[in-house]
């Protein structure tokens, strides 16, 4: 089931499973736990996609996980996630089998079965992360237009245009309450583009649903697709999308066009 965590929170996010039981300290599971976290990361950290996915041992013992590092993190930064998964999954989940550990930079998920590895969406436990400020403008309806608007532009780019199912956005707007909006889009890259999209789309069209309507920002992390919207820049680097388009940029595309004729 989804669980709802402020974002004021204190890394990592947790979401501890209830179906998988427990295991204890020093048992089989966890030292094949313990391994696999730190196979993840040396795979994740060493991979183009900056993901990896595997399972340590047989049996009642066999440990299921991934790892996914934010798309614009570099290899030693994943790397370092992937440490700090592998420090805390144990404490942060009091040793519960179904164990989801979120931070901004990755997201890794772990388990005494196999199924959502084997999923194209979300299914089963995921993270609802929701800040707790408004917006200061009072039209909502025009922020939540914005919200989308932006949402599916940057689901668009991860799907067709990232062979790390990955995409950042930055909307600029003229209402001084949500001047600008940032956004993120991300898949699991063993995912294929159509089934990446239509997990992002899922997101996509439950999120007011899900959300408060005049929320600053929120997040859904999944195992295998990820969607985030703030008020505040929090990746590396520049947008992919930016809406709307500026004006030089607008001029650059119709002397292209043109060029073409």
């Known amino acids: 089931a989804a669980v709802a965590l402020p974002l004021a929170a ?4 947790p979401v501890c499973g209830t179906s998988g039981g427990n295991y204890t300290a020093g048992s089989t599971y966890e030292s094949n736990l313990l391994r696999l976290a730190s196979t993840l990361r040396a795979n994740a950290s060493a991979s183009p996609t900056l993901f990896a996915s595997g399972v340590r041992g047989v049996g009642p013992d066999a440990v299921y996980g991934l790892l996914l590092c934010r798309g614009d993190m570099n290899p030693s ?3 370092d996630c992937g440490t700090r998964v592998g420090d805390d999954v144990a404490q942060a989940c009091n040793r519960t089998k179904d164990a989801i550990l979120v931070y901004n930079q990755c997201y890794a998920q772990f388990s005494d ?6 999923a194209t969406n979300n299914s089963g436990a995921y993270s609802l992360l929701i800040s707790g ?8 309806a025009g922020y939540d237009r914005a919200v989308t608007e932006l949402l599916n532009a940057t689901v668009r780019y991860a ?14 707007g003229n209402d ?20 990446c ?3 992002l789309d899922g997101l996509v069209g439950q999120w007011w649903k899900t959300f408060p309507l005049n929320g600053k920002g929120a997040r859904v992390a999944g195992p295998r697709c990820y969607l985030r919207s703030e008020l505040g820049p929090f990746y590396t ?10 004006a030089d940029e607008l001029t650059q595309v119709r002397i292209i066009q043109e060029a073409k004729f």
């Not at 799907?159 to 600029?172: D, H, I, K, P």
């Not at 680097?237 to 500026?246: F, Q």
């Open 159 to 172: 799907v067709e245009n990232s062979t790390r199912l990955f995409a950042t956005g930055q909307r600029v």
């Open 197 to 199: 999209r239509s997990c």
């Open 10 to 13: 204190a890394q990592p996010w």
């Open 133 to 140: 400020t408004n917006i200061s403008s009072a039209d909502v």
């Open 77 to 79: 930064d994943c790397f």
């Open 237 to 246: 680097g520049n947008p992919m999308v930016r809406l709307p388009v500026k």
């Open 113 to 118: 079965t196999g199924d959502f590895l084997a």
């Open 176 to 195: 001084t309450g949500f001047s600008n909006i940032y956004s993120m889009a991300q898949c699991s890259p063993d995912l294929s583009p159509a089934q």
